[in-house]
């Protein structure tokens, strides 16, 4: 090997060289630093998360904010930033340093026990703690607003907050004073409180005895009682399509918990009353009809029709059917009826029990036929 070649092999041994010394030696704003030589290792990389680009947070913290399950912190390391973020269990995972239970603890208080934990393996002057991001969870909003349902809120919201994401106070709510349901109680206040997960927020109408509920695909949207106004008036102000293959409607007073059905066809006609509970079917529900009949099972339920109209979609006939005796099964209790006149509702069960000729005849015949074993097995016994 000659001179020359010597020279371009030491070359780019001594480029290689600086190539791995680039990689070993962090940056920081395109200069070059040592490391502390007080860690284990040299160079400590962020981990790869999607959230280690959160969202900016909006404005301050409240000072009385609790950490929970979502929030997310930045760690500022003399090796450079580490993004971690509280998991459902509560706890924050500090590389090399362990986990850390901050969840129901003051923002101050948890920055703290953070800090703390990362004195195991780095130097307290060179570490920052940082919430650079809320959780979100969901709420629920109901009553006098324009959208009732769930909305997402941040860890640090308050009731108003929720409700104007759900469109506000509608002209009719009473703003004095509002429900909040969380785990089991009941809060009324005038306060614009913090809420937590799973808070359902009740915005109250000024009189609660004027108003008429429509539910519609599992919400329930609430408005004022007019007089006289037809229930296809109330179904457009609360967006419900009545065109949309409804075929049954159920109307619930909440006093008596008197339940009555009409057809979608009685929308233009029917006006409700105040403290109705009113629901919107798509399938029409079922009567049930057995005993003395030809077909046992279900029939369609069809608002005009009585007890005598099912037992006859069913077949019955009058010679094995007593019709004096029809009675009715609803909600567990057996009701006596006028067959002929008498009001059903969707899920009744009419029993037509057979006649007492009927019942005798079959009597007779089990007599007869164990009559019939028992002469038989005398027979049997006397060859």
Known sequence: MNFRQKKVLFVMAALSLANAADDFIPKQNGTMFFAPTFYEEQVVRPRELASQNPLNLEGPVDSNYTVGPGDFFEILLPTGNEGVQVSPEGTVALQGCGL???????????????????????DKRFTEVHLVQLRRFVVGVQGAVWNPGQVVVSGQARAKSAIYLAGNFRPYANRDSIYIYRKGDTIATTENILLEIGDIIEVPHKEWR??????????????????????????????????????????????????????????????????????????????????????????????????????????????????????????????????????????????????????????????????????????????
């Open 100 to 122: 850390v239970e901050v969840s129901g603890l003051k923002l101050s208080e948890a920055k703290l026990k953070i800090l703390e934990k990362l004195k195991i393996r780095y």
């Open 210 to 383: 004027q108003t008429v509920d429509l539910t519609h695909a599992g919400k329930t949207i609430t408005l004022p009682y007019i007089p006289n106004r037809p229930l296809k008036e109330y179904a457009k102000e609360a967006g419900i399509n009545t065109d949309n293959g409804f075929t049954e409607i159920s109307i619930k007073n909440s006093e008596d918990n008197f339940t009555r059905w009409i057809g979608i066809d009685k929308i233009d006609s029917f006006s409700p009353e105040p403290l109705n509970e009113i629901e919107f079917h798509i399938q029409a529900p079922y009567v049930y009809v057995g005993g003395a009949v030809v077909a046992v099972g279900m029939v369609p339920y069809n608002s005009s029709m009585h007890a005598a109209d099912y037992v006859a979609a069913s077949g019955v006939t009058i010679i094995t059917g007593d019709l004096d005796r029809v009675s009715v099964m609803r909600n567990g209790k057996r009701i006596s009826m006028d067959w002929a006149a008498g009001e059903i509702l969707p899920g009744d069960f009419i029993e037509i029990p057979r006649t007492r000729y009927e019942v005798v005849k079959d009597v007779t015949l089990f007599i007869t036929s164990l009559l019939s074993v028992f002469a038989t097995l005398i027979i049997i016994a006397s060859y």
